[in-house]
Antibody, heavy 120, light 110 residues
Framework: EVQLLESGGGLVQPGGSLRLSCAAS????????MHWVRQAPGKGLEWVSA????????SYADSVKGRFTISRDNSKSTVYLQMNSLRAEDTAVYYC?????????????WGQGTQVTVSS | QTVVTQEPSFSVSPGGTVTLTCGLS?????????PSWYQQTPGQAPRTLIY???TRSFGVPDRFSGSILGSKAALTITGAQADDESDYYC??????????FGGGTKLTVL
């Protein structure tokens, strides 16, 4: 069974840093791109970042570019999101999502999410 | 700045049919954007419904269908049920590893 389990969320002050992790199981992790998607309280889903299977290519939403860094450790089947210079507007539930491998560009598995709160 | 557009809200009667749409602030949505649709209930992770415009994800009832209608992607629910009351999001693949979500449609079944 494919599973994604996020961790690392919490309360952080504005300007602070946090690293989220997403541990994957049930599939050959290195074969799939992985994404982070967030949802602010009462708001819609927002795509944040992606990393390809090898880790050699990344992409970011404009709202986080230059502050967030996505990475992965295929030996640990884990994807990370390093979040620096956090702002109140980064407060959200952060989901990791697995990209399909068929070239259809959709998210075929989601984690349950981890809460990030940026507040003084 | 391109924006993916969805109706903020929609209502449908039980047993009725509703079509939700997904457009672009500039330009048309085509199959090249690989539109996908997700259902989310409060406090839960999204659930994949439709991908690649019109392919149902595993286990999704056939009352859910996807298509391109004019310049937009569309999600049609035929024979709506009470537990279809959810938020629905479309996602477009913009290339270069970037995906864009629509703002979501809150569907009420009443």
């Amino acid at each position: 069974e494919v599973q994604l389990l996020e961790s690392g969320g919490g309360l952080v002050q504005p300007g602070g840093s946090l690293r989220l992790s997403c541990a994957a199981s049930g599939f050959t992790f290195s074969n799939y791109a992985m994404h982070w998607v967030r949802q602010a309280p009462g708001k819609g889903l927002e795509w944040v970042s992606a990393v390809i299977g090898s880790g050699g290519g990344t992409s970011y939403a404009d709202s986080v570019k230059g502050r967030f860094t996505i990475s992965r450790d295929n030996s640990k089947s884990t994807v990370y999101l390093q979040m620096n210079s956090l702002r109140a507007e980064d407060t959200a539930v952060y989901y990791c999502a697995k990209r399909d491998g068929s070239g259809s560009y959709f998210f075929d598995c989601w984690g349950q999410g981890t809460q990030v709160t940026v507040s003084s | 700045q391109t924006v993916v557009t969805q109706e903020p809200s929609f209502s449908v009667s039980p047993g009725g049919t509703v079509t939700l749409t997904c457009g672009l602030s500039s330009g048309s949505v085509s199959t090249s954007y690989y539109p996908s649709w997700y259902q989310q209930t409060p406090g839960q992770a999204p659930r994949t419904l439709i991908y690649s415009t019109n392919t149902r994800s595993f286990g999704v009832p056939d009352r859910f269908s996807g298509s391109i209608l004019g310049s937009k992607a569309a999600l049609t629910i035929t024979g709506a049920q009470a537990d279809d009351e959810s938020d629905y999001y479309c996602v477009l693949n913009m290339g270069s590893g970037i995906s864009m979500f629509g703002g979501g449609t809150k569907l009420t079944v009443l």
